[in-house]
């Protein structure tokens, strides 16, 4: 390439025409540093512009030290834009992966010893004269006697509010029942406006008669 005749020089970044200089010019401000290595140099007859350090004339001329530490520059300015990129993705992705599960507590009332008696009925009596919702240990959901899938619990116990005398709701619940199924009762009852639920608590205050009906302590909650 000829070395002859005008060549520009511009300042890195620029976007001029520059200004013009022969060769041994150049030479001499890239020795004494006038002329950095990453500022932009166009040769005779060149279109195009290129840094001091990568051009094919320009850049014997840059001393070994130098071109180094212009090395270690252009590496230091890695783009990290696709990092951050792979960031926000991640962290969107466990956002909507993570899952939070609100557990629900429920408190039962507890019959008192001194009340059992006294506020002991049989089963017969309440089945009369209120809505009885049984709840097996596998979460089998009966109202009235009638199996109920929990899907339908609402509608069921509407209809059966608007056929019974009273709105009041009896659960009897097993002992090892599904926490879960109890609340989802309590959750359609509520749906279904009834406004008293009572809890059955089973007693045997002694051995009963042949063909007698157990007995049952209801105890109030809401």
Do not use: C
């Not at 540093?33 to 051009?55: K, M, N, S």
């Not at 252009?74 to 951050?84: C, K, N, V, W, Y």
């Not at 509520?190 to 051995?207: C, Q």
């Amino acid at each position: 390439m000829a070395k002859a005749g005008i060549w520009r020089v511009r300042p890195a970044g620029a976007r001029d025409a520059g200004r013009a200089v022969n060769f041994e010019r150049l030479r001499d401000a890239i020795d004494e540093e006038e002329i950095g290595d990453l500022d932009e140099v166009q040769g005779p007859g060149e279109a195009r512009w290129t840094t001091v350090a990568e051009h094919p004339v320009t850049g014997p001329l840059v001393p070994r030290q130098r071109r180094v530490v212009v090395r270690e520059e252009e590496q230091a300015e890695s783009d990290l834009t696709p990092m951050i990129d792979v960031t926000f993705q991640l962290l969107i992705f466990f956002m909507i992966a993570a899952t939070y599960t609100i557990q629900k507590t429920l408190d039962l009332p507890s019959a008192q010893p001194a009340e059992e008696a006294a506020g002991a009925v049989t089963m017969q009596e309440l089945e009369r004269n209120n809505i009885i919702v049984a709840i097996a240990a596998d979460g089998t959901v009966r109202v009235n006697d009638q199996m109920v899938p929990h899907d339908q619990l609402v509608d069921r116990l509407q209809e059966a509010s608007r056929q019974a005398q009273h709105s009041e709701l009896v659960l009897d619940v097993h002992g090892q029942a599904v926490h879960d199924v109890v609340v989802q009762v309590l959750d359609a009852a509520g749906a279904a406006r009834f406004e008293k639920v009572l809890f059955v608590s089973r007693v045997k205050p002694g051995r009963p008669a042949d063909g007698a009906a157990p007995s049952a302590d209801a105890s109030s909650g809401t």
